[in-house]
């Protein structure tokens, strides 16, 4: 009889607390998207300029992470070259992982980028080591990550996807 007491104490305070709850968790708190905040990201560009999530606080951006030697990733530059050339409401990011995941090192994918066409738009950015690629989960290539102007990561999606695609999923995010 005394072991219950305790139990039931501890069940009607659980109770009480979550009636007291409006069912938003703390940590998105302030957020207009649903999901969780992105993983904060500081990388360097190929010309070796820093790049940092906080950045483009207040805007919506696209980040897709791809491979050098993934054909999906490489039928798609084009493509990708042409969405990050237009006038968008959202920022056009590209994250590779050099010296990790079958990827060539900084070096060599440097100068082997240097001969792809069409790609005079695309802002690479280079993930040593792939952490951010883990931090965002990214298990096949390409990957595109959708992320809200207060900083949310709204979606994670495997595979290609078009321009029209991608702008359709913009147009629910705020």
């Known amino acids: 009889m005394k072991a219950i007491a305790p139990l039931v104490f501890l069940m009607s305070l659980l109770l009480i607390l979550s009636a ?5 968790p703390l940590a998105n708190a302030g957020q207009s998207n649903p999901g969780k905040p992105a993983p904060a990201f500081e990388l360097t560009d190929l010309e ?18 791809w491979a050098s030697w ?21 920022v056009v990011l590209s994250i590779v ?11 060599s994918f440097k100068k082997w980028f240097e001969g792809v066409e069409n790609t005079e738009n695309i802002q690479v950015l280079l993930d040593e080591g ?6 965002y989960g990214v298990l096949a290539y390409p990957t595109s990550a959708y992320i809200g102007s207060d900083g949310t990561l709204v979606k994670s999606s495997p595979g290609h996807f078009n321009n029209a695609e ?7 995010i705020q």
């Not at 007291?20 to 938003?24: F, V």
């Not at 070796?48 to 992470?65: D, I, R, T, W």
């Open 48 to 65: 070796g300029n820093l790049h940092n999530l906080s950045e483009y606080a207040g805007q919506k951006v696209y980040v897709k992470f």
């Open 130 to 135: 792939g952490t951010f690629f883990d931090e």
């Open 97 to 107: 992982s050099p010296s990790s995941n079958a990827e060539k090192d900084s070096a």
């Open 166 to 172: 991608i702008k359709e999923t913009f147009e629910s």
């Open 20 to 24: 007291c709850s409006n069912g938003q």
């Open 70 to 90: 993934c054909s999906i990733c490489l039928a798609g530059m084009e493509e990708l070259n042409t969405l990050a050339g237009e006038d968008n409401d959202f």
